[in-house]
């Protein structure tokens, strides 16, 4: 299944995908920086987040006070026993005892109405950060050059998107107020320990140094585990994109078991990190329970000895035994969040680096414009050179002078450089050296939203999204009325297929752009630059892929959209470019002649034997 598995054949991104594909999982490279980051991105929200702590300690508070309460009923009761098997008559006071329960009750239900508040507020602040990074990635997007994106798979930037910023959210959402009680806990609870019984809190605290050196062991060995999970997971989500979006190919291929393959290969390099950072995640519960386990011995052992000498009540002990189990227990808690932030941060990483990447040339402060004439549209090319690499030059010392209302075809073999030509005329990407003039302003001194709006594009892909044809049309002028997109509808022959469809004009376009023909969306796209109204056209192999009679109807519709407007053409077949006012013969990234069709012929040269093969019998 060579075909597919080779996909730097096929043209657009999705070679460049595929080979991306290959990266392997990186490590961590900052993670106190990215951590320091990320609270400083949290800034904004920090009154919230000193309010969620302060409930989230005082929830704790509430909390750690119990255990000591119910020691005292425990002591109460244990004393009237005593007296009882004394001889004495049993004395229990229930009185007491109802107050301390109403107090438990009352307690509780505090800790729990703070608690409940705090995670309302801590939720309602990762949602609001979740946006906000989403936004700002959406945001970068159309910031980045599109150099990136040559180098960039698509499933990499959905992962920081989707999965990386769900798992920022989680953290924010369930962890960080749990850190704040789980430290607010582990210092009530010492100090009340120490309240209790000095002794038995010195015996459980030196626990505290074994539970550390195991967790730091495993935090250390996780770390870089956690950063290859959401880059395994990156790669896989592009690799289930890719061929989703390609699926046509793979089945005409019969690629189904290659990209199987391919697939259960990405999966079970995700499934092994996936299970080695769980693994280690889940080792740290069980390891601290034990220690703790251990310390519910000490407690017991000296406990009862203290109470035998009188030293200590025995409801102090079940007390104390109450308070081991709620310092151990946010000590496993916050070894279980440790990892969550080591992959929250690992998230992070990947987000911010997303939002570091180079940003276009910022050219806001470009005040020139093209002024709206007749006369727009002369284009000067002056000694071009560019290349998608510093180290490749594609076009050199491009030279071409194009006047207003001219139709200039672009012409020559697979890689001569025709649609990179109509790329640096776009501005989407700079050029190395040389000068491209637009009547008489340099571009690079013009705004890329003042440039676009005088240039129209129908390439040879048509590009359409899931709306209904009047909206897909009224894209092109978004303040277009329905009476206008209808006008130019029906001088692109949109008009005559929508009569046709079931809810006309109003007929939603699927997300596959499949429920309507190559030509229907090929005329649709036309109509859309129609009612741009642009000054300049550029009109990529737009009819290669229909039929000759839809070939005629694009055909007069392209006549009527260039008249009186500076166009160019790139052209594969040379019969469709025979009226052309001037036809550029590209080769190598040069021009190697140029003239009308007929002069052209007449040379004999590069272009008579380009269009010549067209109609030779091989």
Known sequence: MSKIKDKSSFSGPMGKRHRMMQLNGKKAKNFKGTFKRLLFYLNEYKYPIIFVAILSVLSSLFSIAGPKLLGNITTTIFKSVVDSISGNKISIDFLYIQKVVIALIGIYIISTFFNYIQRYIMVGISMKVSYDMRKKISEKINKLPLKYFDNTNQGEILSRLTNDVDAINRTLSHSMSQIIISFSTIIGVTIMMFYISPLLAVVTILILPLSMLFVMQIVKRSQKIFKKQQDYLGHLNDHIEEIFSLHLIVKAFNGEEKET????????ELFDTAWKSQFLSSLMMPIIHIIGNVGYVAVAVIGAGLVAK???????????????????????????????????????????????????????????????????????????????????????????????????????????????????????????????IIDGINIKNLKKSYLREQIGMVLQDTWLY???????????RMNATDDEVIEVAKLSHVDTFVKMLPDGYNMLINEDTDNISEGQKQLITIARTMLSNPKI?????????????????????????MKNKTSFIIAHRLSTIKNADMILVMDEGDIVESGNHKELLELNGFYSKLYNSQFSTI
């Open 310 to 436: 009188g030293k200590l009540f025995v409801g102090d002990i079940q007390a104390f035994i109450q308070y081991v189990k709620s310092f151990t227990h946010p000590m496993a808690q916050i070894a279980n969040i440790s990892n969550v932030l080591q992959q929250t941060v690992a998230a992070a990483e990947r987000v911010f680096e997303f939002l570091d990447e180079e940003e276009l040339i910022n050219d806001e402060n470009n005040k020139n414009k093209i002024i709206k004439s007749e006369e727009v549209g002369n284009v000067t090319f002056n000694n071009i050179s560019f290349g998608y690499t510093e180290d490749k030059i594609i076009i050199n010392k491009f030279s071409a002078n194009i006047k207003s209302g001219q139709k200039i075809a672009i012409v020559g073999p697979t890689g001569a450089g025709k649609t990179t030509i109509v790329k640096l005329l776009m501005k989407y990407y700079d050029i190395n050296s040389g000068d491209l």
């Open 537 to 561: 056209l550029i009109l990529d192999e737009a009819t290669s892929s229909v039929d000759t009679r839809t070939e005629i109807q694009i055909q007069v519709a392209m006549d009527r959209l």
């Open 261 to 268: 393959e391919k697939f259960d290969k990405l999966n079970n």
């Open 466 to 476: 899931s709306d209904s044809i009047l909206e897909n049309i009224r894209y092109g």
